[in-house]
């Protein structure tokens, strides 16, 4: 079956302007993750959704970000007001969460984002 | 904050070598994954290693765990040109809700 996909794979913006990113999971898939990936970095954690919930948005750096996930599927990162410190690749990770620790996250092959 | 550290941070081998690369981490793990990232491309998980687990063996791949010295090593054997990539272990929670990726090591196999 499909992956998880996620568009635009580039974004290129304006420093101020606001920018959504989305992230189709694996169908199923109850868990849904975002990451955040400077230039040689590892991913960073930003947000975790169980269902439509977000369970954990404790790696959000501020109040410019903002993620939902209304339908317990597709999810949208929103960041508003952008700076160019936001430029990264952002990753989409989603997992047949079963309440095991163990679960393997399958990872989107991002969204590069570009702020000028 | 990432929790993991790898090193070293870039490793460079001729075709049929050993790699191995290690991750020290923080805090007390559920379990410890190892992920691998080609350039421009999302990750792709390897290998998982509970705390109670000492070793494990996939393919090729070898992790072992050190829950005292709170360190993990991954051996990947036989190297070839396609193991080319950015490998980073990834700390788990036993809550599960968040893993924890280091800096990762950037992995040359030269054919």
């Known amino acids: 079956g499909a992956g998880v996909s996620q568009t635009p794979s580039n974004k290129v913006t304006e420093k101020g302007k606001y920018v959504e990113l989305r992230c189709d999971p694996i169908s199923g898939h109850t868990a849904l993750y975002w990451y955040r990936q400077s230039l040689g970095q590892g991913p960073e954690f930003l947000i975790y959704f169980q269902g439509t919930g977000a369970a954990d948005d404790s790696g959000l750096p501020n109040d410019r970000f903002f993620a939902v996930r209304p339908e317990g599927s597709v999810s949208t990162l929103k960041i508003q007001r952008t700076e160019r410190g936001d430029s990264a690749v952002y990753l989409c990770a989603s997992s047949n969460y079963s309440g095991a620790s163990t679960d393997t996250q399958y990872f989107g092959p991002g969204t590069r984002l570009t702020v000028l | 904050s990432q929790q993991g550290e790898e090193d070293p941070q870039a490793l460079s081998i001729q075709e049929g070598e050993n790699a191995t690369m290690n991750c020290s981490y923080k805090?007390?793990?559920?379990?410890l994954q190892w992920y691998r990232q080609n350039s421009g491309r999302g990750l792709v998980h390897l290998i998982l290693?509970?705390?109670?687990?000492r070793e494990k063996h996939s393919g090729r791949l070898r992790v072992t765990l050190d829950t005292s010295k709170k360190s993990s090593s991954l051996l990947i054997t036989a190297s070839r040109a396609a193991d080319t990539a950015s490998y980073f272990c990834a700390t788990v929670t036993n809550t599960g809700n968040q893993f924890y990726f280091g800096t990762g090591t950037s992995l040359t196999v030269i054919p």
């Open positions: 805090t007390s793990i559920n379990n």
């Open positions: 290693i509970r705390s109670n687990e």
